[in-house]
């Protein structure tokens, strides 16, 4: 292709979004990843799109609420460039609620989301009712809220890639870097700068509960895919040996979701994946002018939010590379 005018180190979920609104403006994009697309913790299986609790609102809460508002318009788009079925659905979220005080937090969190949440999505407590797919509650009382969604991440990201091609964009394991460079090199990249990695483990079962809504039990994401599967994830590792290798503690985890939601008790497990997730030190995303590579740049530290953020990541950076705006908040941007 022609000299790119911005090339991104990383074809995971942060890079491939940055080059889709750059692409998607008129520039010529160029990704590079010596691993292929999605070979980081974007190709995993779990895909929760969850928003952060109405509560204690920050730049970091309206950054993801404005993404995730977005993310209907943004994974529509990519399937519309590419035919790809990317998994996205917003079906929402239940939790139970265990005790008479996290029902107290929860009505208090519902009159907040009314505010901070602007009408467009709505958190309440609800019965369980008699629903197979509701998550037992020692109360009998679940928290419900209309702003959760979900997404095949392995698809989603191998689409993205897609996506960018379709627009004339150039995805390769090896080029030249030209333009204006932007590292989204994942945990490796993300520990060189104070970060650190934390591994996951999920699991895939086959159970058809599409259409219905993700559950969030005993810190476990239960997330039923369209296609007629339900994964399960995930663990929080800090140490570890191998990054990609499944153990005792995907064992536990699959229990642990089984204690808390019994109808998957006879589901098999399909498949089991294990990842690395980089995580800055803040755990925001840090994005914005590099804080190692003078005069380069960095989309990094998704952590377990990367999906959800993606869309307006990639717009703040396109505004900062293509038009020199800096739209990106202040807590996001790498210490220099």
Request: with cysteine; charged share 20%.
């Amino acid at each position: 292709m022609a000299i790119a005018d911005v090339t991104v180190m990383g074809a995971g979920i942060f890079g491939l979004s940055v080059v889709y609104a750059c692409a998607r403006r008129g520039a010529k994009v160029r990704v590079i990843d010596p691993y292929g697309v999605a070979s980081g913790a974007s190709g995993g299986i779990v895909g929760a799109l969850a928003p952060h609790v109405p509560e204690n609102w920050n730049a970091k809460k309206a950054f993801q609420f404005e993404s995730l508002m977005m993310a209907e318009a943004f994974w529509a788009g990519v399937t519309d460039l590419t035919g790809a079925e990317v998994g996205y659905a917003r079906t929402g979220r239940l939790q139970p609620l265990v005790d008479d005080r996290a029902v107290e937090l929860a009505q208090q969190r519902a009159v907040s989301a009314k505010t901070l949440w602007q009408g467009k999505a709505v958190w309440e407590v609800v019965p369980t009712g008699n629903s197979a797919w509701m998550p037992p509650s020692p109360t009998g009382l679940v928290v419900r809220d209309t702003l959760s969604a979900l997404i095949h991440p392995r698809r989603a990201t191998r689409a993205l890639a897609d996506a960018v091609v379709a627009l004339g964009g150039e995805v390769t394991t090896d080029a030249r870097q030209e333009g204006r460079v932007v590292w989204a090199t994942g945990w490796e990249g993300c520990k060189k700068i104070g970060g650190n990695g934390v591994k996951g483990q999920a699991a895939l079962l086959r159970y058809d509960a599409a259409g219905q809504p993700q559950l969030f039990a005993d810190a476990l994401h239960i997330i039923p895919h369209g296609d007629g599967t339900v994964a399960i994830g995930s663990t929080s590792e800090r140490e570890f040996d191998d990054p990609h290798s499944t153990d005792a503690a995907l064992n536990d985890v699959v229990a642990r979701a089984i204690a808390a939601f019994p109808v998957l008790a006879d589901a098999p497990v399909i498949e089991r994946w294990a990842g690395v997730r980089p995580r800055s030190r803040s755990r925001a995303p840090v994005l914005g002018r590099h804080p190692l590579r003078k005069g380069e740049f960095i989309a990094n530290g998704g952590f377990k939010i990367g999906f959800g953020m993606a869309p307006k990541v990639g717009e703040v950076m396109a505004d900062l590379l293509l038009e020199r705006r800096d739209t990106i908040p202040e807590d996001f941007k790498a210490v220099q």
